[in-house]
Nanobody, 123 residues
Framework: QVQLVESGGGLVQTGGSLRLSCAASGRTFSNYDVGWFRQAPGKEREFVAAVARSSNTYYADSVKGRFTISRDSAKNTVYLLMNSLKPEDAARYLC?????????????????WGQGTQVTVSS
């Protein structure tokens, strides 16, 4: 069992930055593939970024060049650094993990989920 807790969300102006954290407990997080997803009201859950056990990273086209996913194995934590934020980035951001991923982009592929952290971007 893996427990995930996200933090770091908040209110930021357009063009600003935030760093989200996903802290894991219960298992060695570095053995898991981890993804960040986001969901805005009335919209489907959307893939944002993922980091594999191999440390390969994957990004949605909408965030490439602006967001960076990284892992700190010593802290059992995965981060999402978000730069140049836009109003369309506003959503609840959720962290997810799976022991072995067959599709980093699909939320249905992940086994464990956190409760999420809210990101609001003012224009």
């Amino acid at each position: 069992q893996v427990q995930l807790v996200e933090s770091g969300g908040g209110l930021v102006q357009t063009g600003g930055s935030l760093r989200l954290s996903c802290a894991a407990s219960g298992r060695t997080f570095s053995n898991y593939d981890v993804g960040w997803f986001r969901q805005a009201p009335g919209k489907e859950r959307e893939f944002v970024a993922a980091v594999a056990r191999s440390s390969n990273t994957y990004y949605a086209d909408s965030v490439k060049g602006r967001f960076t996913i990284s892992r700190d194995s010593a802290k059992n934590t995965v981060y999402l650094l978000m730069n140049s934020l836009k109003p369309e980035d506003a959503a609840r951001y959720l962290c997810a993990a799976v022991y072995y991923s067959t599709n980093y982009y699909s939320p249905g592929n992940y086994e464990y989920w956190g409760q999420g952290t809210q990101v609001t971007v003012s224009s």
